[in-house]
């Protein structure tokens, strides 16, 4: 019994140092994708404007006065991303923040996870927004944060789980539907344009379905995780499918918006 207690013992730790490799090796995979988008993107921003309301003395009503604030690049928009999960993945492997990812992951949880993709996640939906048209400083504000709400409900779903008996869904309900409002923004702006010269490039349409199926991916490895099915019984397994989506939705908007804007021609 002892013997057999030990040799799992073991197991785990080996299983352990593999996601510690595993992790440096991500830094490294998104490292140099933000690097490639920073050597090769052109200069190609857009705007981010206000619309402040103003008294015009001529027909005696106020109206909006639209102004561009400032343009913003899109490719160091999405090196950042790139760079946010390159630090967050290499940070993990360093000693003492290991040592505290490990302790947490055993207690089924990874709160450098949502640490990350409050950020990176909340900056990959305002490309998708300045793309689709949504230009206005308030509402991009609004799209970052509602997302980054969604990503630290996930947090709170972790967190609570713990030290419940049955498992509660409350964090994981209420953050789907925050993250859902900025979806709903994007496609109102992309399907509600009509055709013509109003449409969106094609590539954006390409971004808007690929990128919403690859965030619902990521709640349908949650479910799993929760629902013990399969493989997902094993958290580390779910652990892996994080990271994982993690690069491939990254890299899909990434370089599918590089091909449509970002490529010198």
Partial sequence: MIRDTITMAVSMERRYKRLRTFNGVMALFHGMQGILVLMFSTKFSLPVTTAFLEFNTVTQKLQPNFHTAFEL????????????????????????????????????????????????????????GLLAGIYDAAAILLMFFLNMMMVLFGWMMELHNQTTQKVNWTSFIFGSIAGAIPWIAIAIYLFGAGGGDNKAPTFVYWIFFSLFLFFNVFAVNMVLQYKKVGKWKDYLYGEYAYVILSLVAKSLLAWQVFGGTLRSV
């Fill in 73 to 128: 690049r899109i490719g160091p928009l999405i090196a950042a991303f790139f760079f946010l999960s390159a630090m967050a993945h290499f940070l993990l492997t360093m000693p003492g923040i290991y040592e505290w990812y490990i302790a947490n992951v055993r207690k089924g949880a990874n709160y450098a996870r949502w640490m990350e993709y409050a950020l990176s996640s909340s900056l990959m939906i305002v490309v998708i």
